[in-house]
């Protein structure tokens, strides 16, 4: 998250400014720890995350396709430090939509230097796109896609920093957040969305919401304005997204406390009961600079301490009813939510991984109680079952610890699922390297996560005071590049409690750095890249990983240039560089149309004027081709 106000600072820099950690100063442990890390890594190696040793590594048996090196049907593309997309030799891009392009006939006419009017801003593309996924139904074409933040300064540009004045600038952030469900179509001229369709709808943070599952009318969900504590407005910081195999879409909740904050300036003190919860979710006085809380009551936690505990969930979207109510899940749990990967078990169990974007945060797993059967009731599949979180051992096996009342010694399963990250600690879940996404490979039983750096590894703990040594899938101190995690689920089966993992790949630099720093052997000097972040495996089992990363090409990050987009082969290892995104832009958000021979990716704060070429930046999905029109994954 780039080009912030207050400023420039990511999420976590912010959560720490407000809830400032001890650092860990046991000097000789740090020292004993890098010395085992070297001999974990060389295990690693010596396992196969090496480009030729990944085929012989434990997990390869289970990968049905025996692709070959080389099966890129691309030739890699070089770093580029410049304001414009670049794609292979062979292939093109054209926008589909940017920030501000109309929703709906009556939408707000978009000003190339002034952005849009606050009427009607609840029909337009909203800005900073993430996740997405495509739907096909009843000949339509639909993508659903997130708009996790606003750049303030580029939304209010003529608000002073970009700070809300008045209640008409917040009501336009809340309204250009959020979701867009849209129809798109392909013509002469390429992929347009279809403005006057039936089924264009902006999901914002004003939005009804139901709220479901086992924390559904808890106390702890309850405000003044809804005192069932089953009915709440507003979807926030939608990261990354979910498809579930009944066609609807769900949208995560990541940084939301940031737009929390409080007009009594010793909130801090004040709510006891609710003191730990805030803390460890990061949620503060002053908010991340949204101001909400200054002119929206509802975002006043000294008004509404509860509020707060209606954000952080999971949420499911019907894209082909527009009149439908968005549901919030409970059993799904509440933390920063990164994405949300569905896939079904042997028995038709719904299964859920899903990651909590932040350092020193967990990983997290869902299996339902009921099965999934096509055609039937999906009523309670997102909430009728257990939460699990994540235990890497290192010896690269793992295993799923359920939580609940009894293991985490918490009150009720409704505040296990409302605290998720406490019960996570309560139970010794492993610290990770912020998860990012999770994917699962449609052609084998094997999920991979991208955790996509840490600085303070080794250096402070969590927020909830869990310590972060390096461990098994985290193997590094300071670790500024980041690495993608793979699982096999034991018995080929998402819902079993035990897996053996390894290291798909460890980020690196090493035209700079000739230790763990350089990276696994599957990283050269001409495909690196820092900060793994959106994932997502095409139908032919390929490994698109987007990056989030340091693009200043300095430094420990000379020579990877801008974020991009790779794609690695699971079998081989191998890795290359497909797209880059312009200087000052997060590659995030990957899906198809329907007869794969288009695939849309998200380019999320681009600097410069992209892609205009003149006046603002605009947030945009682009539609990559191939010129022969064959399909792209
Ligand atoms: Fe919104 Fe963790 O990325
Ligand atoms: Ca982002
Ligand atoms: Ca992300
Ligand atoms: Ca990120």
């Given at each position: 998250m780039k080009d912030i106000d207050k400023v420039t600072l990511s999420a976590d820099d912010w959560d720490e400014l407000t809830f400032p950690r001890a650092e860990e100063n046991d000097f000789d442990g740090v020292v004993e720890r890098a010395i085992s890390r070297r001999g974990f890594l060389g295990g690693v190696l010596a396992f196969g995350s090496g480009a030729a040793a990944m085929g012989t590594g434990l997990l390869s048996s289970t990968v049905v396709q025996a692709q070959s090196a080389g099966r890129f049907p691309f030739t890699p593309i070089d770093i580029q430090t410049d304001f414009d997309v670049h794609v292979p030799e062979g292939y093109s891009w054209k926008v589909l939509a940017r920030w501000g392009d109309p929703l709906a006939p009556a939408a707000a006419g978009y000003d190339i230097t002034e952005g849009g009017p606050v009427e009607g801003s609840d029909m337009v593309f909203g800005e900073n796109t993430d996740g997405m996924e495509s739907f096909f139904y009843q000949g339509h074409e639909l993508i659903a896609v997130n708009h996790e933040y606003t750049n303030r300064r580029t939304n209010l540009p003529a608000a002073q920093e970009g700070t809300p004045a008045n209640a008409g600038d917040v009501l336009k952030l809340q309204n250009l957040q959020g979701v867009s469900v849209m129809e798109i179509r392909e013509t002469d001229a390429g992929w347009e969305v279809v403005t006057d369709s039936p089924f264009n709808r902006r999901i914002h943070h004003n939005s009804p919401m139901t709220i479901a599952g086992p924390a559904a009318g808890h106390d702890l969900l309850k405000t003044e304005a809804d005192p069932t504590g089953t009915q709440s407005l507003g979807t926030f910081n939608n990261c990354g997204s979910g498809k579930t195999p009944w066609g609807t879409y769900l949208t995560c909740e990541e940084n939301f406390n940031g737009y929390f904050g409080s007009t009594e300036e010793s909130q801090d003190q004040k709510?006891?009961?609710?003191?730990?919860?805030?803390?460890?979710?990061?949620?503060?006085?002053?908010?991340?600079?949204?101001?909400?809380?200054?002119?929206?009551?509802r975002f006043d936690t000294a008004k509404n301490p509860h509020e707060p505990h209606r954000a952080g969930w999971i949420v499911e979207i019907d894209p082909t009813d527009p009149e439908s109510t968005p549901v919030k899940h409970t059993g799904?749990?509440?933390?920063?939510?990164?994405?949300a990967e569905v896939v079904l078990a042997p028995d038709g169990r719904v299964v859920v991984y899903m990651g909590d974007d932040e350092r020193g945060e967990f990983i997290y797993r869902f299996v339902s109680n009921g099965t999934y059967q096509p055609g039937g009731s999906t009523e309670g599949l997102l909430d009728d079952g257990t939460l699990y979180v994540a235990k890497f051992n290192d010896n690269q096996t793992g295993e799923w610890l359920a939580l609940t009342p009894e293991t985490s010694g918490m009150a009720s399963l409704a505040e296990v699922l409302i605290f998720a990250r406490k019960a996570g600690s309560a139970v010794g879940a492993t610290t990770m390297d912020r998860p990012e996404w999770i994917a699962t490979n449609p052609n084998a039983v094997e999920a991979y996560c991208c955790l996509t750096n840490n600085k303070n590894r080794g250096v402070k703990p969590n927020a909830g005071g869990d310590e972060t040594p390096a461990n098994g899938p985290n193997?590094?101190?300071?670790?500024?590049?980041?690495?993608?995690?793979?699982?096999?689920?034991?018995?080929?089966?998402?819902?079993?409690?035990?897996?053996?993992?390894?290291?798909y790949v460890m980020a690196g630099n090493p035209a700079v750095h000739e230790d763990a720093y350089a990276g696994s052997p599957n990283i050269t000097p001409g495909n690196m890249f820092n900060a793994p972040d959106g994932m997502a495996i095409d139908s032919t089992g390929l490994v698109w990983i987007q990056t989030d990363g340091d693009d200043d090409n300095e430094g420990d990050f000379a020579g990877m240039g801008n974020n991009q987009m790779l794609v690695g082969d699971p079998v081989t290892g191998e890795i290359a560089r497909?797209?880059?995104?312009?200087?000052?832009?997060?590659?995030?958000?990957?899906?198809?149309?329907?007869?794969?021979?288009?695939?849309?990716?998200?380019?999320?704060?681009?600097?410069?004027?992209?892609?205009?070429?003149?006046?603002?930046?605009?947030?945009?999905?682009?539609?990559?081709?191939?010129?022969?029109?064959?399909?792209?994954?």
């Open positions: 709510p006891v009961q609710l003191d730990a919860g805030y803390a460890r979710y990061g949620i503060g006085t002053d908010g991340w600079g949204y101001d909400y809380h200054k002119w929206d009551p799904l749990g509440r933390f920063k939510h990164e994405n193997p590094r101190e300071v670790n500024h590049y980041g690495q993608i995690v793979r699982w096999k689920p034991d018995n080929d089966d998402h819902a079993s409690d035990s897996f053996a993992w390894d290291l497909f797209l880059t995104g312009p200087n000052g832009s997060e590659v995030t958000g990957l899906c198809w149309s329907a007869d794969r021979r288009t695939m849309f990716v998200g380019i999320q704060h681009p600097g410069g004027s992209w892609p205009d070429g003149e006046g603002l930046p605009r947030s945009s999905v682009i539609a990559v081709k191939r010129d022969d029109n064959a399909p792209v994954g």
